[in-house]
């Protein structure tokens, strides 16, 4: 019975998008959709509204309520003009940026939304062609914007795209401007409410101007150009994976003085089918493939790679033995954290006040890095935005450092508010020229702060369960692990339990509750063992996972000791997921 009034419910929807506001190519589909004998499409497509998530909206292209079309994306717009023309109605002239992606339809979204953008009386910023996420939010602040929106589905599979909206200081939206653009979108219930008719007088191309600032102020980044000097002809392979950091990466190595950049022919193909690849996903080793194969036929000195909207970056270096081997986001981040600090001291840039920050799923060794020497470390939600709104509290207060995450994403600059692979390939090919002046391989260098600083190992587990049921069985898996609390794991007890839903931790070894001090509350279970084990357990907001994240700890005494500690560590993390049951 409840599949029987699901139906009706899908089929309902579904025949309202036969009317005459859509086009012709789109009541066709949803036709084929009604007229098809399984229904599996139909209610996949029409079950519920894109909703936006901790990375925006985002979803598979196809017609359809729950699908990425031009219609979910005009009411998006509509619905964030909407909030705009109120929240800014004392301004004389609203304004706006728009970038897109290499994803098939991505120009076509954007086009479409600066056409709604200024048929709105909304002034548009519109970049003549794909750019990298990080450059737009640049742009939102450079222009003095009010908004901005990226068409992108960062480094999702070729049939899903995106939408990401940010604020007046370049980052994505938190509450309560994303909520109450939500209600707006929320709003629009028929075709007829979106305005399409765009005022081309409104719309301004924009381009190499932008990518020139923007290039200029990452080269101020830059903490030791004469050791770059030295070693200008570092071999560095590069890939964007077919997206946008073809042109800006490469600029911005440039700009810092590389002068010998290797290009994987293949993937600097800009195309939204991802010819090479099956995830243009920077985490997946497979994507790095042509990459490293390049590396070895020029014996490169570090490979980099950026996703499709250049936000995320993932590298890979040769070990002690001469293999490549890739380097975790994790990694990346300590290696950025531990660059910057130790830089920022030998140039006496330190006066006191500064600060880093990183995600409460990220490792704890950052932390420990930023503790250390003297330097705040601020713990937040999953979502680069949550760095953002750390930034924006402290704007003129205290001096910002750099922020990251383990999902390969990095920011060492704060006239951009969203994770950045052109500046962050380009001062991680700094501290490859860094390593190589001190006489030590980047590898070694890794090694030397896990000697400094203690050892972790970590692994992100993700579980799919894809589609309404799957999101119902992540929905029952959570409230499971609420109902029955975890109290050990492989063998060691839980001594600190964090549930972001109810903002209270439970400390077991002094027998007390507090409260977390978090901006708002968040689907996350969190668990510390005595052994220095940490778990989080998060459903994804942009993708049908639950995932995982699992750390171990431990000491590394030397650089000879480091396999067998990561041996030990992977075994440590099996015994873990199996306690886990995942």
Known sequence: ??????????????????????????????????????????????????????????????????????????????????????????????????????????????????????????????????????????????????????????????????????????????????????????????????????????????GDEIDRKFISRIKGLSLNPEIIARHKDLKIVYTPIHGTGVK????????????????????????????????????????????????????????????????????????????????????????????????????????????????????????????????????VYTGFKWIAAVIRELEGKRQYIGGGEESYGFLPEDFVRDKDAVSSCALMAEIAAWAKDNGKTMYEMLQDIYVEYGFSKEKGISVVRKGKSGAEEIEAMMKNYRANPITEIAGSKVVLAKDYATLVAQDFTAGEKYTLNMPTTSNVLQYFTEDGTKVSIRPSGTEPKIKFYVEVSGELKSRADYDKTVAAAEEKIKAVAASLGV
């Open 1 to 206: 019975m409840e599949n029987e009034a699901l139906l009706k419910e899908v089929t309902a929807r579904a025949q309202v998008w036969l009317g005459e506001g859509y086009d012709a190519e789109t009541r066709a589909e949803v036709r084929r959709l009604l007229d098809n004998e399984d229904k599996t499409d139909l209610i996949e497509a029409f079950y519920k509204d894109l909703e936006f998530g901790t990375g925006g909206l985002r979803g598979i292209m196809g017609v359809g309520t729950n699908r990425m079309n031009i219609y979910t994306v005009g009411a998006a717009t509509q619905g964030l003009a909407n909030y705009l023309k109120k929240e800014f109605a004392s301004l004389p002239q609203i304004k706006v940026v728009i970038g897109h992606d290499c994803r098939n339809n991505s120009r076509r979204f954007a086009e479409i939304s600066a056409d709604i953008f200024s048929a709105n009386g909304i002034k548009v910023y519109l970049f003549d062609a794909l750019r990298p996420t990080p450059e737009m939010s640049f742009a939102i602040r450079e222009l003095g914007c009010q908004s901005g929106i990226i068409l992108t589905a960062s480094h999702n599979p070729k049939e899903y795209n995106g939408y990401k909206a940010y604020w007046d200081d370049g980052a994505q939206m938190v509450s309560p401007h994303d909520k109450n653009t939500i209600s707006e979108v929320n709003k629009i219930r028929s075709v007829s409410d979106i305005n399409f008719k765009g005022n081309k007088a409104l719309i301004e191309i924009i």
């Open 248 to 379: 800006l990466v490469p600029m911005a190595l440039a700009a810092y003085g590389f002068t010998n950049i290797i290009h994987v022919p293949e993937q600097d193909v800009i195309s939204g089918d991802f010819p090479t690849v099956k995830s243009p996903n920077p985490e997946e080793p497979a994507a790095l493939d042509l990459a490293i194969r390049k590396a070895k036929e020029v014996d490169a000195d570090i490979v980099m790679a950026s996703d499709p909207d250049a936000d995320r970056m993932g590298i890979a270096l040769k070990n002690d033995k001469g293999e490549w081997i890739l380097v975790n986001g994790n990694q990346n981040a300590m290696l950025f954290t531990n660059y910057l600090i130790s830089q920022y001291k030998a140039t006496g840039r330190l006066k006191g006040g500064e600060y880093m920050v990183k995600t409460i799923v990220t490792t704890e060794l950052i932390k420990k890095i930023a503790d250390r020497n003297g330097i705040e470390c601020f713990d």
